[in-house]
């Protein structure tokens, strides 16, 4: 199977900004897209950005021009920059990682455990 391992993460005032990055690790055959996902407290899990094989990203609204997400399809790992934090950014974050395994050609879709990020006074 595909383990995905996140660091990064912590307490930041508003308007700051933190890094996480994210790998993943395993006998795949290829991994075609990585992305961060968040969770706060009684809400459900939103997508905050994806980025295919091909560099191609996707952002969630609420991020678009303050969250960058970046990879490295060497190393398989995923990182996501960001800056102007605020308060409603205040979630679990969670890597997901997506392709296809050597074995029997399946599909994978894995999840990191998460990283808390809390942006607080």
């Known amino acids: 199977q595909v383990q995905v391992v996140e660091s990064g993460g912590g307490l930041v005032q508003p308007g700051g900004s933190l890094r996480l990055s994210c790998a993943a690790s395993?006998?795949?055959?290829?991994?075609?897209?990585m992305a961060w996902y968040r969770q706060a407290p009684g809400k459900e899990r939103e997508l905050v950005a994806d980025?295919?094989?091909?560099?191609?990203?996707n952002y969630a609204d609420s991020v678009k021009g303050r969250f960058t997400i970046s990879r490295d399809n060497a190393k398989n790992t995923v990182d996501l920059q960001m800056n102007s934090l605020e308060p409603e950014d205040t979630a679990v974050y969670y890597c997901?990682?997506?392709?296809?395994?050597?074995?029997?050609?399946?599909?994978?879709?894995?999840w990191g455990q998460g990283t808390q990020v809390t942006v607080s006074s």
């Open positions: 395993g006998n795949m055959l290829r991994l075609d897209v």
């Open positions: 980025i295919d094989s091909g560099g191609r990203t």
């Open positions: 997901n990682a997506r392709g296809r395994l050597w074995r029997f050609f399946q599909d994978f879709n894995s």
